[in-house]
């Protein structure tokens, strides 16, 4: 049995623009204009898409549809995931690479594991499932992700102070031993005292 090859996932129509077809894009790729350029057909759930037109305005991208020509038969599409094969890229990654890496800091120390990929208009953030069992999402940009090894099995997480569900709890044990050592405090002001008084 022949297995069906793994689509990636370049789009997600949304709401419709204006009367003469066009729809916003929610983008998940960081090449819309290769990955959507004009006469590129695309997999979805509604049948093949070719795209008739791409535009760019300001931060948003919007497309229109081969066979979709106004507001009323583009508003059927909304929610409708543009889905292509695979090609290999540099220093790109696909959901399907990623999940089940082991997560590391920068000196080793086992973070937990990466359990997905999901997409936010900002950049794309790591599913990162913590030792503890917190979920974290962890923005996948270089400054935070430095180093992703697929073949190693692990990325390298280098986290700001707060991000990982593990800080608060490292944050509470500092608290608790500075309180402990606050505690022993008094006793010696007794010492301090006694010897004041002594003549």
Same mark, same amino acid.
């Given at each position: 049995?022949?297995?069906?090859?793994?689509?990636? !996932?370049?789009?997600?129509?949304?709401?419709?623009?204006?009367?003469?077809?066009?729809?916003?894009? !929610? *983008?998940?790729?960081? !090449?819309?204009?290769? %990955?959507?350029?004009?006469?590129?057909?695309?997999?979805?759930?509604?049948?093949?898409?070719?795209?008739?037109?791409?535009? %760019? +305005?300001?931060?948003?991208?919007?497309?229109? @549809?081969?066979?979709?020509?106004?507001?009323?038969?583009?508003?059927?599409?909304?929610?409708?995931?543009? *889905?292509?094969?695979?090609?290999?890229?540099?220093?790109?990654?696909?959901?399907?690479?990623?999940?089940?890496?082991?997560?590391?800091?920068?000196?080793?120390?086992?973070?937990?594991?990466?359990? =997905?990929?999901?997409?936010?208009?900002?950049?794309? &953030?790591?599913? *990162?499932?913590?030792?503890?069992?917190? +979920?974290?999402? &962890?923005? @996948?940009?270089?400054?935070?992700?430095?180093?992703?090894?697929?073949?190693? =099995? +692990?990325? &390298?997480? /280098?986290?700001?102070?707060?991000?990982?569900? #593990?800080?608060?709890?490292?944050?509470?044990?500092?608290?608790?031993?500075?309180?402990? #050592?606050?505690?022993? /405090?008094?006793?010696?002001?007794?010492?301090?005292?006694?010897?004041?008084? !002594?003549?």
């Amino acid at each position: 049995m022949t297995e069906e090859p793994m689509l990636l !996932r370049i789009a997600t129509i949304g709401a419709p623009n204006g009367l003469r077809g066009l729809a916003r894009l !929610r *983008l998940h790729t960081d !090449r819309p204009t290769e %990955r959507l350029a004009v006469g590129t057909t695309l997999t979805s759930a509604a049948g093949p898409l070719t795209i008739a037109a791409l535009q %760019r +305005r300001e931060s948003h991208w919007y497309a229109s @549809f081969e066979g979709y020509e106004d507001r009323t038969a583009v508003e059927g599409l909304r929610g409708v995931e543009l *889905l292509t094969e695979p090609e290999s890229e540099p220093d790109a990654w696909y959901p399907h690479e990623l999940a089940g890496l082991r997560a590391e800091d920068p000196t080793g120390r086992v973070l937990g594991q990466i359990r =997905g990929l999901e997409y936010y208009p900002a950049h794309d &953030v790591l599913v *990162l499932a913590e030792t503890s069992g917190a +979920r974290t999402l &962890v923005p @996948f940009v270089a400054a935070i992700v430095p180093v992703v090894d697929v073949p190693g =099995g +692990r990325v &390298v997480i /280098d986290p700001p102070a707060g991000l990982l569900a #593990g800080d608060a709890d490292d944050t509470a044990d500092t608290a608790d031993t500075a309180a402990a #050592g606050d505690a022993a /405090d008094p006793g010696d002001t007794g010492d301090t005292a006694d010897t004041d008084a !002594r003549p």
